[in-house]
């Protein structure tokens, strides 16, 4: 999740520890055809086991991106858990759920196995920190919630470091079509995400 953050070189290095004194707040900007929009970030940083600190992160949340490496089914076994406790705390925002990892090709999880945002129409992106693929899509999804502007577009392009690992093209691809194949398919009632993974 830091990793995520810290691909933009948009994000304000003076206020890294903005508001949280045990874990970074980073401030993200994005220009847009609408203006400015700042995300305030907050990284939990492995407190997930500690339910009331992590708590203390959500409070006046106002949109949240859930994370899980795509190399290990452990950490999207944890997604039903994150996302109940956001729920809790911070009412209705929008949410959108990440797979991280995408551009590796010892990938865990398939599409097909990944039901949970679907039962919760949870947006959700394949995405590479390392390789700066689809970093920004979840952040512009977001911000076209939070200003209820469908037609909102980036008019600069997102800063980032450089990749530090390539794309397979033809992979990603590969991922892509099972995405959308997966996103074709009925889900039935009695399905548990836990026996899919």
Not at 25 to 33: E, P, R, S, V, W
Not at 145 to 173: A, C, G, H
Request: aromatic content about 12%.
């Amino acid at each position: 999740k830091t990793t995520f953050v810290k691909r933009y070189l948009t994000y304000d290095i003076e206020n890294e520890c903005l508001y949280r004194k045990s874990s970074p707040a980073y401030q993200l900007k994005f220009y847009t055809n609408s203006g400015e929009i700042i995300f305030n970030v907050s990284d939990t940083l492995g407190q997930e086991r500690l339910r009331g600190i992590r708590d203390s992160y959500y409070i006046g949340g106002q949109c949240a991106i859930i994370m899980f490496d795509l190399t290990s089914r452990v950490t999207y076994r944890n997604v039903p858990m994150w996302y109940a406790d956001l729920a809790r705390v911070c009412d209705n925002i929008p949410i959108v759920l990440c797979g991280n990892k995408a551009d590796l090709k010892d990938r865990k999880l398939k599409a097909k196995s990944m039901i949970f945002h679907r039962k919760k129409n949870i947006q959700y992106y394949d995405i590479s920190a390392l390789s700066n693929y689809n970093l920004e899509k979840p952040f512009l999804w977001l911000a076209k919630k939070l200003t209820e502007n469908d037609t909102l577009l980036f008019t600069s392009p997102v800063i980032l470091r450089s990749p530090e690992r390539d794309v397979d093209p033809e992979l990603i691809q590969k991922y892509e079509n099972e995405l959308l194949q997966a996103a074709s398919c009925s889900l039935l009632d009695d399905d548990d995400d836990d026996d899919e993974i």
